[in-house]
């Protein structure tokens, strides 16, 4: 069986191939998101067409048209070199696709290219302290007072908010209509005055996540994404991006490689751990499991470029995706034996300790971004059409 892409995708492959070697010791070890060093290769990666490649030039993109044997070429070329391909994050991978959909001409000339370029950071105003996963239960508000939206609120668990330049935020401006419909999508700088972040230290030891108070937060009547009250249908549909996001195969393909490496490279009694049957069988359990969530990777690319429903196959991204994920790092920290145990400040410690990071993380995303078993429930209910679980008398 001939499993090739083909000739002329062959060559694009070569092509890519030789721009990795000749310049993927430019690429950032880790992302900064700040950092020169991070946003000179995210520019060189836009001008040779390997980030934006799909998004309009007007916008400051490549402007290729869609070609998913292309974007699948490009992941998995960045994906076995294990360099970096290039920003992700709420900004490019969520709010810069639901502009293109729902934004205004002047909205996407407005974001789309700093955000693409690494130059204006966002984090997204969803949670709050009561309406963890039921969202549309939301209680932060806005008041339109002439040219101006009045906001107060909370939001909780608000990733980057500590880093970002704007938020992009749900609230709730039509308090007398039925919940999911008097929701709408804003958009505001953090420097606002009456906006407060507090940082939340999780188990992984960062302050990642934030509370953010919101007193009389002046935002201009035009910041809002869609039209007032259709919030809703605009969360739902970035909420589908961050699914896809937070599973993404090409980054569990990465960080396969680097466990594989890892296996290789560390050795008991004289023995490489890959070669120990116990830990084999498990490396090759999850390989086949990423195999079948990139597989279907590409039936959402195919469902995207030919502009038809994704259906079940972007359903099951995030909640495959991220126990996926846990489970790959979960075998490096066993593999690693007592230096597994092991965290910062430890000389012996392997890799930086970034499995011992990305273990805590992901066993946190399994949560965030909507429950495991609130994935399951929408897998069940839009998915595969079972009835609505039974609300509580």
């Not at 092509?15 to 690429?27: C, N, P, S, T, V």
């Not at 809002?224 to 937070?246: H, P, S, Y």
């Not at 790959?328 to 970034?354: H, K, Q």
Request: aromatic share 8%; glycine share 10%.
């Amino acid at each position: 069986m001939d499993l090739s892409f083909g000739p002329a995708y062959e060559a694009f492959r070569a092509q890519l191939r030789a721009f990795i070697e000749q310049h993927g010791h430019e690429a950032p070890e880790r992302v900064d998101l700040r950092a020169p060093r991070t946003l000179a290769w995210q520019q060189e990666l836009i001008e040779h067409g390997y980030a934006g490649r799909t998004i309009p030039r007007e916008y400051g993109g490549h402007g290729a048209p869609p070609d998913i044997l292309e974007a699948r070429i490009i992941a998995e070329e960045f994906a076995r070199a294990q360099v970096s391909p290039g920003l992700a994050g709420q900004g490019i991978k969520m709010l810069i696709p639901t502009l293109l959909h729902f934004g205004s001409e002047a909205q996407r000339r407005q974001f789309i290219r700093p955000t693409l370029y690494g130059e204006m950071i966002w984090c997204q105003g969803y949670s709050e302290p009561n309406a963890g996963s039921d969202l549309a239960s939301l209680r932060t508000h806005a008041v339109l007072e002439g040219d101006h939206w009045r906001v107060n609120g909370q939001k909780i668990w608000t990733s980057t908010a500590h880093l970002a330049d704007w938020m992009f935020c749900l609230v709730r401006t039509e308090p007398d209509a039925p919940k999911h419909q008097g929701i709408s999508f804003l958009l505001f700088p953090m420097s606002t005055p009456g906006i407060e972040v507090r940082p939340l230290t999780t188990m992984v030891g960062d302050a990642s996540f934030n509370e953010v108070f919101f007193t009389d937060v002046r935002v201009p009547r035009d910041s809002m994404i869609g039209q007032r009250g259709d919030g809703w249908k605009v969360a739902n549909t970035l909420l589908g991006f961050e699914r896809g996001m937070l599973g993404d195969p090409n980054n569990t393909l990465m960080r396969f490689n680097a466990l594989v490496e890892l296996m290789k490279r560390e050795t008991v009694d004289g023995t490489r751990l890959i070669d120990n049957p116990l830990l084999r069988e498990r490396l090759m359990k999850i390989q086949g499991r990423m195999l079948a969530l990139r597989a279907n990777d590409l039936r959402l690319l195919s469902a995207g470029v030919n502009d038809t429903p994704a259906r079940l196959a972007g359903l099951v991204v995030k909640l495959v995706g991220t126990e996926l994920r846990h489970e790959l790092e979960a075998l490096a920290i066993d593999a690693l034996g007592e230096i597994g145990a092991l965290y910062r400040g430890s000389p012996l410690l392997r890799d930086d300790g970034m499995w011992q990071q990305h273990y805590m993380y992901f066993l946190g995303l399994i949560i965030g971004g909507g429950t495991a078993q609130i994935q399951k429930n929408i897998i069940a209910e839009r998915g595969l059409g079972m009835p609505r679980e039974p609300k509580l008398a």
